[in-house]
């Protein structure tokens, strides 16, 4: 399957601090790799890997799982673990409950985690008939490129593959369950005027996590892609300031 120009992986050799970036559901890497550049700049070794499914066509999304896009970030992240000292963890939406996910099975070895408008929820009420949906339709209109920034492009479908959609919502249960497993250091990034997912997604994950260093920030100028937004230069300076910080 052909990738989409500007939904390719992305990738940077540096010392032994390693990141990983994951994008979000129906996005691509190209939410990320600017921020990803911008922590390479650094010196750091950068991940930011392309989700099974994603970049390519909603129809072939409609043929992964959670368990596809799980497995991917967790290859990736082994792999830094077996190069790096420390790996920190930085995702959008979907990427944030992967991100937690992570870090509720792999504990000390992840260092922190950077979340941008993670998704663990939906207060969609269409949701709740997604297992009759999915199988009479394949997909839903959706929305792409929640930006409030002129002339950006995360990439990504304008279709919600509900097959895949469907499996989400199973993972984000397992994921939620599991909040209390997270004590490493993290950074909620969740945006005031979010058109895809509500703010009570980052509240349950800010009252559920068990983490003693927690901090919150409200990105007041973007949407729900906020790391390719105007708040965008807030989020690296302050995920490089937190990988500075916990790395020394």
């Known amino acids: 399957m052909d990738v989409m120009p500007g939904a390719e992986p992305w990738s940077a050799d540096g010392n032994d601090i390693g990141i990983l970036l994951l994008h979000g559901f129906s996005g691509s890497p190209a939410s990320m790799k600017p921020w990803g550049q911008a922590l390479a700049a650094e010196g750091w070794t950068v991940r930011v890997p392309r989700l099974?499914?994603?970049?390519?066509?909603?129809?072939?999304?409609?043929?992964?799982t959670w368990q596809d896009w799980y497995g991917e970030s967790e290859r990736q992240f082994l792999e830094l673990q077996g190069r790096c000292k420390h790996v920190?963890?930085?995702?959008?939406?979907?990427?944030?409950?992967?991100?937690?996910?992570?870090?509720?099975?792999?504990?000390d070895a992840v260092t922190g985690l950077a979340l941008v408008n993670p998704a663990v929820?939906?207060?969609?009420?269409?949701?709740?008939?997604?297992?009759?949906?999915?199988?009479?339709?394949?997909?839903?209109?959706?929305?792409?490129?929640d930006i409030a920034k002129p002339g950006q492009d995360e990439v990504g479908y304008d279709r919600l593959p509900l097959k895949a959609l469907r499996s989400l919502t199973e993972f984000w249960k397992i994921t939620k369950a599991d909040l209390g497993k997270v004590s490493q250091p993290l950074v909620v990034f969740h945006s005031?005027?979010?058109?895809?997912?509500?703010?009570?997604s980052s509240e349950y994950i800010l009252e559920h996590v068990s983490s003693p260093d927690l901090?919150?920030?409200?990105?007041?100028?973007?949407?729900?892609?906020?790391?390719?937004?105007?708040?965008?230069?807030?989020?690296?300076?302050?995920s490089i300031a937190f990988v500075r910080r916990l790395s020394e």
């Open 52 to 64: 099974p499914g994603h970049g390519t066509t909603w129809q072939e999304a409609n043929l992964t």
């Open 88 to 107: 920190f963890l930085m995702g959008l939406s979907v990427g944030g409950a992967l991100s937690l996910r992570l870090a509720e099975v792999h504990g």
């Open 121 to 145: 929820s939906s207060e969609d009420k269409k949701l709740v008939l997604l297992p009759v949906l999915s199988r009479l339709l394949s997909s839903f209109p959706g929305v792409v490129n």
């Open 192 to 200: 005031a005027n979010d058109h895809l997912i509500e703010p009570s």
């Open 215 to 238: 901090r919150e920030v409200v990105l007041q100028e973007s949407y729900h892609v906020a790391t390719l937004d105007y708040d965008a230069e807030l989020i690296v300076r302050d």
